[in-house]
C-alpha cells in the first residue's frame, strides 16, 4: 500500500502539467511578430469589415500566465491602426479561466470565457462599438510521458453598432464564428496550436435613398461575406552547429539550440464586389472571392551547447546523432569514450529516454535522501537500492510506465532489445492504443518472432514512421541495441517530436 500511494504521489507531480493557454491570442487572421517590453508584441491583423483586406498592424499585449493556478483571468489589449485606409481598432478582452486536473487518467480540462469585452474600431463608414457578444473556448489536454496533446472548441458570436448602440445606431456588424475543433500539444522540444474557423459577416446600414412607396426599393443596404480562417503558432527548438575557425582550439565546432515561433495564416475570402470607387456594390450579383497568406517567425532564444570530446566516434555511422545527444546531455559526457557499438544497457536506455524527455533530472536534495531511508519505504523495483545514484530515475520511469521490467525487478544492466526499445518510445508518445484489435500482422517479414506483448509498439512505431526495419524487411525483435542504434533512434524520437507531429497538427490542416 505504502508503494501504490508514494507512487500515485509522483504521478500527480509529474503529470502535473504546466500549459499555457492559447498561443493564439484571439480568433481573428492575427499574426504575432517580435516581443516587446513588458508582455508586448509586435501584431498584424487582417480586418475585412469594410468589404475588402486591409492589414492593421500595431501591438498586442499578452500577460504571463500564472503557473501555479487552478482559477486565473487573463487580458490582452490590442492597438491596431492603418492610416492609409483610415481605420483603428482597440480591443481588450478579460479572460476567465478554469482548469479542472483529472489526475487519475491524467488529463486537464480547460474552460475560457470573457468576463469584460470592449471593442471598438473607427473607419470611414464611421465608429463601430462591441454592443453585445457570446464566447467559449474549451479544451481536453491529454498528458503522456512525453507530450501534452490538446482539443478544444471554439464558438463566437459578436455585434458592433455603428456610431450608435442597440437603441439608436446607424447600422450594425454582426460576426459569428463556428470553428472546427482546435488542436495542438506541447512538448520538450515545441508546442503548436492550430485553429481553423469558419467566420460569417453581416453588414447593414439604413437606405439612404429608401422609398417607401416603391416595393423595390430596400429599407437596408446589406452585404455579406464568409472567411475561411486557417491560422497556427508553432514554438519549436532547432539545433545549429557551428564550426570554429582558429586552428589553435580545443574544439572544432558546437551546437547551439535555438528556439523559434512561427505564425501563419491563410484566409480564404468570399466578400461584396466593390465599385471603381472602391465602395460597395449593392447592385452586383459578383463576388470578391481570393485568399490571402502571411507568416512570420522570429527567434525567442539562442543556447550554446556543451561540446563532448569523444575519442571513437570519428568514422561511425552514428556520429553526428551522438555528438548532437550528448551535447544535449541526453547521454552521460564525462567519458572520453562511447563505445558506439557495445550494446546499451535498459538503464543507459532509460536514462536517455528521461532525458530527452525532461531534460536531466535534478539531483536528489538531502531531504530527498533522508525521506529514501525512512522505515516502511518501498523502493520502485526491488532490485533498486534507495542510495542508487539513479534513484530518480526509476522514480520517473516507474511512475511514467515507459518500462516495466519482470515481476517488480527492472534488471538495469541487461542490454535492451529492439522490441523493449520501441515499446519504451511508443509508451512515452502515449500512442500504443491506437493499433489495431488483434489478431493483425505487421509489415515485417519476421512478424512471427515479433512478442505479442510488443506487437502493438512495433505496429505504431512502423506506422509513425519511426523504424522501417533491415533491408531484407525484417525487424530482429530480439537483437540487442547497439549505444549508436540507441542514439539514432533516440534522435528519430525527438525529430518525430519536433518535426512530424508539426506537419500533422499544422500543414495537414491548414493546406487541406
Known amino acids: 500500500m505504502k508503494l501504490k500511494t508514494s507512487l500515485l504521489a509522483i504521478l500527480l507531480v509529474l503529470f502535473t502539467v504546466q500549459v499555457d493557454f492559447a498561443q493564439i491570442p484571439f480568433l481573428e487572421g492575427g499574426v504575432l511578430g517580435d516581443e516587446m517590453l513588458d508582455g508586448k508584441y509586435e501584431y498584424e491583423e487582417l480586418f475585412f469589415l469594410t468589404g475588402k483586406p486591409v492589414v492593421l498592424k500595431g501591438i498586442v499585449s499578452i500577460p504571463a500566465l500564472p503557473k501555479d493556478k487552478d482559477t486565473f483571468t487573463q487580458k490582452v489589449t490590442f492597438d491596431l491602426s492603418n492610416t492609409d485606409e483610415n481605420i483603428t481598432l482597440t480591443r481588450n478582452i478579460t479572460y476567465n479561466v ?32 462591441l454592443g453585445k457578444y457570446k464566447y467559449n473556448d474549451s479544451r481536453l489536454y491529454d498528458h503522456s510521458p512525453s507530450v501534452s496533446y490538446f482539443s478544444g472548441s471554439l464558438l463566437s458570436e459578436r455585434t458592433y453598432y455603428l456610431n450608435g448602440d442597440y437603441l439608436t445606431n446607424s447600422g450594425f456588424i454582426k460576426i459569428t ?71 589553435s582550439i580545443s ?38 472571392i ?6 512570420n517567425e522570429v527567434v525567442l532564444d539562442s543556447q550554446a551547447l556543451i561540446t563532448p570530446k ?19 546531455e541526453i547521454f552521460d559526457v564525462e567519458k572520453d569514450y562511447f563505445a558506439p557499438d557495445a550494446s546499451i544497457s535498459r538503464l543507459e536506455f532509460g536514462k536517455a529516454v528521461v532525458n530527452a524527455l525532461e531534460g536531466v533530472l535534478p539531483e536528489p536534495t538531502k531531504t530527498d535522501l533522508i525521506k529514501r531511508k525512512r522505515p516502511g519505504v518501498t523502493t520502485p523495483y526491488l532490485d533498486v537500492l534507495v542510495d542508487d545514484p539513479d534513484y530518480q530515475y526509476y522514480e520517473y520511469i516507474k511512475a511514467h510506465n515507459i518500462m516495466s521490467g519482470e515481476n517488480n525487478y527492472f534488471k538495469p544492466n ?14 512515452a508518445l502515449g500512442l500504443e492504443y491506437l493499433a489495431p484489435n488483434p489478431p493483425y500482422k505487421t509489415v515485417f517479414t519476421d512478424d512471427a518472432k515479433i512478442p505479442e506483448w510488443s506487437k502493438d509498439y512495433v505496429y505504431m512505431a512502423n506506422e509513425i514512421g519511426l523504424i522501417s526495419g533491415y533491408s531484407d524487411g525484417s525487424f530482429k525483435p530480439n537483437n540487442r541495441v547497439s549505444k549508436g542504434e540507441a542514439a539514432s533512434m533516440i534522435y528519430a524520437f525527438i525529430k ?7 506537419y500533422d497538427y499544422r500543414e495537414k490542416i491548414i493546406n487541406r
Do not use: C
Open 98 to 129: 478554469v482548469k479542472t486536473q483529472k489526475d487519475a487518467i491524467t488529463q486537464t480540462l480547460y474552460e475560457r470565457t470573457i468576463s469584460k469585452f470592449d471593442e471598438t474600431f473607427v473607419t470611414p463608414e464611421g465608429t463601430f462599438t
Open 177 to 247: 464564428d463556428d470553428g472546427d475543433p482546435i488542436v495542438g500539444f506541447e512538448h520538450q522540444w515545441g508546442q503548436n496550436e492550430t485553429l481553423v474557423n469558419h467566420q460569417e459577416i453581416t453588414h447593414s446600414i439604413p437606405n439612404p435613398n429608401y422609398d417607401s412607396t416603391n416595393s423595390a426599393s430596400k429599407e437596408n443596404l446589406v452585404w455579406n461575406g464568409t472567411l475561411d480562417i486557417n491560422l497556427a503558432s508553432t514554438q519549436k527548438v532547432n539545433f545549429v552547429y557551428q564550426g570554429t575557425d582558429p586552428q
Open 251 to 288: 574544439f572544432r565546432g558546437s551546437y547551439f539550440k535555438v528556439t523559434t515561433e512561427e505564425n501563419v495564416l491563410s484566409i480564404n475570402y468570399d466578400l461584396p464586389p466593390l465599385s471603381d470607387a472602391g465602395a460597395i456594390n449593392y447592385d452586383s450579383y459578383k463576388r470578391n
Open 290 to 295: 481570393s485568399d490571402v497568406h502571411k507568416s
Open 310 to 328: 569523444i575519442r571513437d566516434i570519428g568514422d561511425h555511422w552514428a556520429k553526428d546523432d551522438i555528438f548532437l545527444l550528448t551535447s544535449l
Open 414 to 427: 541487461e542490454p535492451i532489445t529492439r522490441a523493449e526499445m520501441v515499446a519504451v518510445l511508443i509508451k
Open 496 to 502: 518525430h517530436l519536433k518535426d512530424e507531429i508539426t
